[in-house]
């Protein structure tokens, strides 16, 4: 039991025996560590002193409660953020989100709960920020990511007294992707026929590739003799730049089968480089996500402009971009989809060919699961066919 003493202002005050430290003292021998609580009085004191001691004893106590949130946010970045600036260095917490996380905590976190010390952050306030974020704008889905860091930030600190335990966090807003029907690729593939962006899209939809496996392709990664591309690593952002980091998982590290078609196209892009650059495409993964939205955009204008009779060729070209955008108009409008839909275009044509979902989850670096997922949101006359299937058997 803790040895409680009445002080001179009339408080009483415990001291704790915590731990054992590593230091020595004058006396070398291990200093020794103690908590000290002090209360008006000497019942409540006492009380206090023995939940502390229940919890060093259950290994349930943590020291930092007397830190300030923004201290603590600071030294949890050094604990666990890397220096992906430095060559071959690998780290639990990817490059880029990183980069999404420091956001978090330098924006959102601090300017909320930074003058706050640990031990006083209670669940009222985790759910206030939680009701603010969602008031001022930010998206269920977003704000869920906020929660689940804040709650990683809080019980490495404070354990089983994380006030963030026995909140609900929001419910992410569900996306359904635009899954292109053949049709509607065959749109896309004639407005980028024969252009700079005509690789991209066949690879996105043909290949099923991220946009950070396009962008980080180095010639060596193409087997034209097999028809066979290598993935094993994706362009991300870090606080030092884009760098080439780790696929998102184990399985994003394939070597997939190509078109010969694909292995012509990069042949004639390869020709018609002034200067071998070490990556095929030098545009940044980002940089491409706007691009694709562009000429959608710009496409379907151009098509409006053509039926009024005011088209011209100023219409079918983008400049003031790295590189300048053009594009071919297509019959009809082009869907307003992201260019991540495209790996969905590929699950689905590789479920509709029936290609064993084994397969077809190695070649997207999936995990099966995951792909089923992707399977779901087939276009509607797939799913009516199968509800006829159904229906005949039974």
Known sequence: MAHVRKLKNGTFQAAVYVCTSAELDKHGKPKKIYEYITCDSEKECKSKARELETDIENRTYSSLGKMKFDAWANKWIDINFVDYSKPCVKGKIKASTQVSYKMYIET????????????????????????????????????????????????????????????????????????????????????????????????????????????????????????????????????????????KSERGMRTIPISQKIIDLLEARRTQQEKISHYIFQLRPDSYSERFGKIIDRHNKALKQLKAGKVKRSDFVLTGHKRCIEFNLASAPLPDIRFHDLRHYHATILYKNNIADQYAAERLGHDILVLKKIYQHLELSTKKEMDDKVRALF
Request: charged fraction near 30%; aromatic fraction near 14%.
């Open 108 to 247: 959102h976190f601090k300017p909320f709960f930074g003058r706050l010390y640990l031990r006083e952050i209670q669940e009222m306030h985790i759910k206030e920020y939680i009701s603010k974020k969602l008031k001022y704008g930010l998206s269920p889905t977003t704000v869920r990511k906020h929660f689940y860091l804040l709650n990683a930030i809080l019980y490495d600190a404070l354990k089983v007294k994380n006030p963030c335990r026995d909140v609900e966090p929001p419910k992410a807003k569900k996306y359904t992707p635009h899954v292109l029907t053949e049709a509607e690729f065959e749109l896309f593939h004639a407005a980028f026929k024969n252009t700079w962006d005509e690789i991209p899209l066949l690879l996105g939809a043909w290949c099923g590739m991220r946009l950070g496996e396009i962008f980080c392709l180095k010639w060596g990664d193409i087997d034209k003799d097999n028809c066979m591309i290598t993935i094993d690593e994706t362009r991300a952002i870090s606080e030092f730049g884009y760098i080439d980091d780790d696929p």
